[in-house]
Protein backbone atom coordinates (compact mmCIF):
# COMPACT_ATOMS: atom_id res chain seq x y z
CA UNK A 1 0.00 0.00 0.00
CA UNK A 2 1.31 3.47 -0.81
CA UNK A 3 0.98 6.37 1.86
CA UNK A 4 2.38 9.67 2.27
CA UNK A 5 5.74 11.17 3.60
CA UNK A 6 6.25 14.16 4.69
CA UNK A 7 9.78 15.85 5.37
CA UNK A 8 11.67 18.93 5.90
CA UNK A 9 10.73 19.62 9.48
CA UNK A 10 12.62 20.95 12.41
CA UNK A 11 13.55 23.89 14.52
CA UNK A 12 14.08 27.42 13.30
CA UNK A 13 14.45 30.85 15.16
CA UNK A 14 11.35 33.30 14.48
CA UNK A 15 11.51 34.68 11.33
CA UNK A 16 13.52 31.70 9.89
CA UNK A 17 11.86 30.03 7.27
CA UNK A 18 11.49 25.93 6.22
CA UNK A 19 10.62 23.81 2.84
CA UNK A 20 8.20 20.82 4.07
CA UNK A 21 8.20 18.45 1.22
CA UNK A 22 5.40 15.54 0.56
CA UNK A 23 5.61 12.34 -1.38
CA UNK A 24 3.63 9.08 -2.10
CA UNK A 25 5.80 6.24 -0.61
CA UNK A 26 5.46 4.45 -3.84
CA UNK A 27 4.82 4.39 -7.77
CA UNK A 28 1.02 6.22 -8.20
CA UNK A 29 -0.90 6.68 -11.24
CA UNK A 30 -2.19 10.49 -10.04
CA UNK A 31 -3.39 12.52 -7.14
CA UNK A 32 -5.71 15.10 -6.78
CA UNK A 33 -5.76 18.03 -4.52
CA UNK A 34 -2.85 17.74 -1.78
CA UNK A 35 -3.20 19.75 1.71
CA UNK A 36 -1.50 20.90 4.38
CA UNK A 37 -2.85 20.71 7.61
CA UNK A 38 -1.24 21.14 10.90
CA UNK A 39 -1.97 20.70 14.69
CA UNK A 40 -0.59 22.42 17.80
CA UNK A 41 -0.25 20.70 20.76
CA UNK A 42 -4.01 21.17 23.16
CA UNK A 43 -5.63 22.33 19.76
CA UNK A 44 -7.77 21.05 16.73
CA UNK A 45 -6.09 20.13 13.52
CA UNK A 46 -6.54 22.63 10.75
CA UNK A 47 -5.73 23.45 7.05
CA UNK A 48 -3.20 25.62 6.51
CA UNK A 49 -3.31 25.57 2.40
CA UNK A 50 -4.11 23.69 -0.49
CA UNK A 51 -3.24 23.01 -3.48
CA UNK A 52 -5.54 21.43 -6.64
CA UNK A 53 -4.14 19.50 -9.73
CA UNK A 54 -4.39 22.83 -11.70
CA UNK A 55 -2.03 24.50 -9.81
CA UNK A 56 -5.02 26.64 -7.75
CA UNK A 57 -4.23 27.44 -3.91
CA UNK A 58 -6.06 28.27 -0.78
CA UNK A 59 -4.56 29.20 2.30
CA UNK A 60 -5.54 29.86 6.41
CA UNK A 61 -5.60 33.53 7.18
CA UNK A 62 -3.06 32.89 9.54
CA UNK A 63 -0.70 32.15 6.86
CA UNK A 64 -1.04 33.92 3.98
CA UNK A 65 1.65 36.47 2.76
CA UNK A 66 4.08 33.88 4.64
CA UNK A 67 3.64 30.29 3.39
CA UNK A 68 3.42 29.55 -0.41
CA UNK A 69 2.15 25.91 -1.55
CA UNK A 70 3.26 24.67 -4.60
CA UNK A 71 3.36 21.07 -6.45
CA UNK A 72 5.31 19.03 -8.92
CA UNK A 73 3.43 17.13 -10.93
CA UNK A 74 5.59 15.44 -12.38
CA UNK A 75 6.95 13.95 -9.04
CA UNK A 76 3.75 13.53 -7.37
CA UNK A 77 5.07 15.89 -4.95
CA UNK A 78 4.17 19.03 -2.99
CA UNK A 79 5.95 22.06 -1.13
CA UNK A 80 5.14 24.46 1.47
CA UNK A 81 7.26 26.94 1.85
CA UNK A 82 6.74 29.08 5.11
CA UNK A 83 8.85 32.24 5.56
CA UNK A 84 8.51 34.65 8.48
CA UNK A 85 8.13 31.76 10.98
CA UNK A 86 6.19 32.98 14.26
CA UNK A 87 6.34 30.46 16.94
CA UNK A 88 2.67 30.17 16.96
CA UNK A 89 3.47 27.94 13.55
CA UNK A 90 4.72 25.37 15.73
CA UNK A 91 2.85 22.63 15.48
CA UNK A 92 3.15 18.62 13.39
CA UNK A 93 2.70 19.34 10.10
CA UNK A 94 0.79 16.88 8.02
CA UNK A 95 0.16 16.36 4.17
CA UNK A 96 -3.28 15.12 2.99
CA UNK A 97 -4.85 14.41 -0.44
CA UNK A 98 -8.38 13.61 -0.64
CA UNK A 99 -8.02 10.27 -3.60
CA UNK A 100 -4.69 8.57 -4.60
CA UNK A 101 -4.58 6.24 -7.39
CA UNK A 102 -1.78 3.90 -7.34
CA UNK A 103 -1.24 0.52 -8.92
CA UNK A 104 -3.40 -1.58 -7.39
CA UNK A 105 -5.76 0.70 -5.09
CA UNK A 106 -7.24 3.76 -4.60
CA UNK A 107 -6.25 5.66 -1.00
CA UNK A 108 -9.29 7.86 0.14
CA UNK A 109 -8.37 10.56 2.42
CA UNK A 110 -4.89 10.04 2.79
CA UNK A 111 -2.19 10.87 5.31
CA UNK A 112 1.15 10.91 6.18
CA UNK A 113 2.53 10.57 9.16
CA UNK A 114 3.60 14.15 10.03
CA UNK A 115 6.66 16.53 10.71
CA UNK A 116 7.26 18.44 13.68
CA UNK A 117 7.97 22.28 13.21
CA UNK A 118 9.09 23.91 16.14
CA UNK A 119 9.83 27.66 15.77
CA UNK A 120 11.64 28.91 19.09
CA UNK A 121 14.40 31.17 19.87
Known amino acids: QVHLVESGGGLVRPGGSLRLSCAPSGRIMSIATMNWYRQAPGKERELVAG???????NYADSVKGRFTVSRDNAKNTVYLQMNSLKPEDTAVYYC???????????????WGQGTQVTVSS
Open 96 to 110: NTNRMYYYGGTCVDC
Open 51 to 57: INSDGST
